[in-house]
């Protein structure tokens, strides 16, 4: 009678598997590995954090933050590149893997052909400050006439290099026309540490990784790369208003898969991101870091990504960065 049982619930345990709504429910309550190529303290990191109960509430599954910052991202970007396209797998990224194939001479992967785009999220404003004890200028046309008073001099940091903090920066000093000393570090945590210990002069990041610091006043703010002021940070004033129309710089953020992933899944996938950032608590937070949601179809993030390649290979070129 044991054996028959066994026998029994096995067939149906068999039959019950081909059903697509036994096979969702199986899903629910499993892991969800959200991979970050950016280290803890980044923008990226602030924002998926703040969105990570949303994320599992929507999923229906235990969700699981881990930083890969290696090689300024690339070794995160490779972990979701070879996962198994089942939706267990996924990635938050910025700016930074579109400018990869511009300023690194060899990727480990393709982009984007390996990797599904699912939704671009919305953007996060780009600040730059400066360490208030090392340097006087407080707006842009100070900063940019001590630059050119001490050539070369002055020391800026980023999350590593080709990074959209690192090409935000020397967007920067392309229209003003100066120059500075690049000092990459591996990842935004430790940038932000040496430059309010003084050992770097200035950078360029996102909001919400050094919005505390500048409201203890352990940076200056000098500028935010917005068209127009950012609501949580009104007092910052744009470069645009600044007499630097051109200095404008969206650091975005996507959710990607690896590259295969069901029409379904990635629908299921998409469905849970814009019912997170939805979540009343997650816009609050999000309003609170001064990020733009605005999440969009997977078919728009696909194209999107093709076409922000073309954008940023050019300003690679505009702004001198030799790849390496």
Request: proline share 6%.
């Amino acid at each position: 009678m044991t054996d028959r049982r066994t026998a029994l619930h096995t067939l149906a345990a068999a039959a019950l598997a081909t059903l697509p709504g036994w096979a969702a429910a199986q899903s629910e309550g499993k892991v969800v590995k959200f991979i970050l190529p950016n280290a803890t303290g980044s923008g990226v990191d602030a924002i998926t954090r703040a969105a990570q109960n949303a994320l599992a509430k929507a999923l229906g599954a235990t969700v699981v933050v881990d930083n890969q910052p290696g090689a300024g991202g690339v070794v995160g970007l490779q972990s979701i590149a070879r996962a198994a396209p089942d939706g267990h797998t996924l990635g938050v990224v910025s700016n930074n893997v579109v400018i990869f194939p511009s300023v690194l001479k060899s990727l480990p992967f393709n982009m984007p052909g390996d990797f599904t785009p699912i939704a671009v999220c919305g953007y996060t404003p780009v600040v730059l400050v400066v360490n208030p004890a090392r340097v006087a200028a407080k707006n842009s046309a100070e900063f940019a006439a001590l630059l050119k008073s001490r050539p070369g001099e002055l020391n800026f940091g980023s999350g590593g290099n080709g990074t959209i903090l690192h090409l935000a920066a020397e967007m920067y000093l392309d229209e003003v026309n100066a120059k500075a000393r690049h000092i990459p570090y591996k990842g935004v945590g430790p940038m932000v540490t040496d430059l309010i210990g003084g050992q770097i002069e200035f950078a360029t990041a996102a909001l919400p990784s050094v919005q505390q610091h500048i409201k203890s006043g352990a940076l200056r703010a000098i500028g935010v790369g917005t068209t127009q002021r950012v609501p949580a940070a009104a007092d910052i004033p744009t470069f645009v208003e600044q007499g630097v129309p051109g200095y404008v710089v969206e650091a975005w953020f996507a959710v990607i898969g690896p590259k295969g992933m069901a029409p379904a899944e990635v629908k299921r996938v998409h469905d849970a991101v814009v019912a997170a950032f939805a979540d009343a608590g997650v816009k609050e937070t999000m309003a609170k870091q001064g990020n733009v949601i605005n999440v969009s179809t997977s078919e728009v993030a696909q194209q999107f990504f093709k076409t922000e390649l073309a954008k940023y290979a050019a300003l690679v070129k505009k702004a001198g960065v030799e790849a390496q």
